[in-house]
T-cell receptor, first 115, second 114 residues
């Protein structure tokens, strides 16, 4: 039972345009959401996060939107650059027992930004 | 200021052998987490440790897998009698405090069972 889903395994975008990566979750106990970026042969690198008390968080070219009623979040990258080409993972954390200790990851979306 | 160090980066084992994966957390971090990434999948939580204590092992397979984080030295993820299905990338993360907010991941160990 996948609690965090990224339904698009890949996304191709032209340089300079907007990249939108989507993520859906099912567990209402999740209250903190993160996006990680991963290059081949490297570990995931933290990109941006959002708490469930907010619906938007912005950091430079990266903005994360959270729609709690739809249990959906998205990552917007504007403008997209070739160096953004990587696999992006959505992750969630929540409280309850030891749930706050761990992240539940989606399956990832491979973003390719074409020059 | 070294990050999370994992070694080896690549490990090849024959079926039935033991695999030992090591993780040295970032300086000042006393919380260690292990994750596994199977091919074409996301990362799955395995275990959370503090020094000399296993706090949460809800993601660990019931048999053959064990983890420790001794008072001195790195955290070790040990897989006994490896099988082909254990082939995966194993990532360690560390944090200063408890919780998923401040993870830093290592570069991972890619285990191949032949």
């Amino acid at each position: 039972d996948q609690q965090v889903k990224q339904n698009s395994p890949s996304l191709s975008v032209q340089e300079g345009r907007i990249s939108i990566l989507n993520c859906d979750y099912t567990n209402s106990m999740f209250d903190y959401f993160l996006w990680y970026k991963k290059y081949p042969a490297e570990g995931p690198t933290f990109l941006i996060s959002i708490s469930s008390i907010k619906d938007k968080n912005e950091d430079g070219r990266f903005t994360v939107f959270l729609n709690k009623s739809a249990k959906h979040l998205s990552l917007h990258i504007v403008p997209s650059q070739p160096g953004d080409s990587a696999v992006y993972f959505c992750a969630a954390s929540g409280w309850g027992d030891n749930a706050g200790n761990m992240l539940t990851f989606g399956g990832g979306t491979r973003l390719m930004v074409k020059p | 200021n070294a990050g999370v160090m994992q070694n080896p980066r690549h490990l090849v084992r024959r079926r039935g052998q033991e695999a030992r994966l090591r993780c040295s957390p970032m300086k000042g971090h006393s919380h260690v987490y292990w994750y596994r990434q199977l091919p074409e999948e996301g990362l799955k939580f395995m275990v959370y440790l503090q020094k000399e204590n296993i706090i949460d092992e809800s993601g660990m397979p019931k048999e053959r897998f064990s983890a420790e984080f001794p008072k001195e030295g790195p955290s070790i993820l040990r897989i006994q009698q490896v099988v082909r299905g254990d082939s995966a990338a194993y990532f360690c993360a560390s944090s200063q405090g408890r919780g998923a907010y401040g993870y830093t991941f290592g570069s991972g160990t890619r285990l191949t069972v032949v």
